[in-house]
C-alpha cells in the first residue's frame, strides 16, 4: 500500500489539496498521513525559567485542540467523497515543517506528498525562501503541489515535459503507471528550441519504446519554454502535469513572477514534481 504524507495547516487551501490527495489514494491504493507541525514560541531570556514549561504547554494543548477538532471535518471530506474506506492516520509534531516532513518521509517510506502551494500560514512565502527551497527539492519522493483555485476532477489527461534523456524515460514509465490506473491518456511535451540537440531518431526510438502505452508525443518549436507549456496545458485540456525538476530549485523557479503569471493566465491544475 502507497503512504502519501499530507502536511495541512488546515486552511481551505490545504483542505482543497486534501480531497486532491484523496483522489491519488483511491487511484494508488494508499493511505493518507496527515501532518500538522505547529512552532514553539521564542522566549526572551528574561522571562522566569519556570514559565518556560507552562507557555509550551499552553502552546502545545491549543494546537492539539485545533487538531483534535480539524480531524473529524476531514474525515467527514473524506466520506463524502467515498473514501471512508481510506486510511487515515494524523501526526501533531512541533517545529519546523519541511524538517519533519523529511523526517517522517524518510523513517515511513512515504511515495507520495501532496500539499497546497499557498495557505493561512504563508506556505507561498516559505517555497521562495532559498533554504527551503532547497529543502524540498532534497524530498526524494514525487511531490503533487496544488493550486488553490484547482479543484479536484476526475483525471483524464496527464502532461508530461521531457528532454528526451534515459532519465526522463523512466520517469514517463512512472507516470504512465498512475494513468492506466487513472484510464487516462498521457500526452507528452518537448519544447525543441535552438539550443536543442535531439535528433529525429531519438524521438522515433521513443515512440516505438512506448508504442503500446497509452502516451502522445507533441514536438513543438519554440524559444519562450515557459508560455509553451503553458498554452499546451490549456490547449490540451491537461488535468495533471508531471515534470521532473531537474536538480534545480523546482519551487522557486514555479513562483517567479513570470512564471506564475503565465501559468495563471492560462490554466490553474496540480503539478506533480518528480526528481531525478
Not at 64 to 69: E, I, L, Q, S
Request: aromatic content about 10%; hydrophobic content about 40%.
Amino acid at each position: 500500500m502507497k503512504k502519501i504524507l499530507v502536511p495541512t495547516d488546515f486552511s481551505v487551501i490545504a483542505t482543497n489539496a486534501f480531497e486532491h490527495a484523496l483522489g491519488l489514494a483511491k487511484l494508488v491504493h494508499g493511505e493518507l498521513i496527515l501532518l500538522h507541525t505547529y512552532e514553539l514560541p521564542i522566549i526572551d531570556n528574561q522571562f522566569a525559567i519556570e514559565n518556560y514549561k507552562q507557555v509550551f504547554d499552553s502552546v502545545g494543548l491549543a494546537n492539539f485542540d485545533r487538531f483534535k477538532n480539524e480531524i473529524p471535518k476531514l474525515r467527514k471530506i473524506a466520506s463524502e467523497q467515498g473514501g471512508e474506506h481510506i486510511k487515515i492516520s494524523h501526526i501533531l509534531m512541533d517545529g519546523d515543517l519541511l524538517n519533519n516532513a523529511k523526517k517522517i518521509i524518510d523513517e515511513d517510506h512515504i511515495d507520495y506528498v501532496v500539499m497546497g502551494t499557498s495557505g493561512a500560514s504563508g506556505w507561498k512565502e516559505m517555497f521562495l525562501g532559498t533554504n527551503t527551497g532547497e529543502a524540498i527539492s532534497n524530498i526524494r519522493v514525487p511531490v503533487l503541489s496544488v493550486p488553490e483555485s484547482a479543484k479536484y476532477t476526475k483525471i483524464e489527461t496527464i502532461g508530461f515535459t521531457t528532454r528526451y534523456r534515459e532519465k526522463d524515460k523512466v520517469a514517463l514509465s512512472n507516470v504512465l503507471k498512475i494513468a492506466r490506473l487513472a484510464g487516462a491518456l498521457v500526452k507528452c511535451l518537448y519544447v525543441q528550441t535552438k539550443d536543442s540537440d535531439n535528433t529525429k531518431a531519438t524521438f522515433k526510438a521513443w515512440e516505438d519504446h512506448f508504442k503500446n502505452e497509452p502516451v502522445q508525443f507533441f514536438i513543438l518549436p519554440s524559444e519562450e519554454v515557459n508560455s509553451t507549456i503553458a498554452q499546451f496545458i490549456d490547449h490540451q485540456n491537461i488535468d495533471v502535469l508531471a515534470m521532473l525538476t531537474y536538480k534545480r530549485n523546482f519551487f522557486q523557479w514555479m513562483f517567479t513572477t513570470s512564471f506564475t503569471e503565465k501559468m495563471s493566465y492560462h490554466c490553474t491544475i496540480p503539478i506533480l514534481a518528480m526528481h531525478e
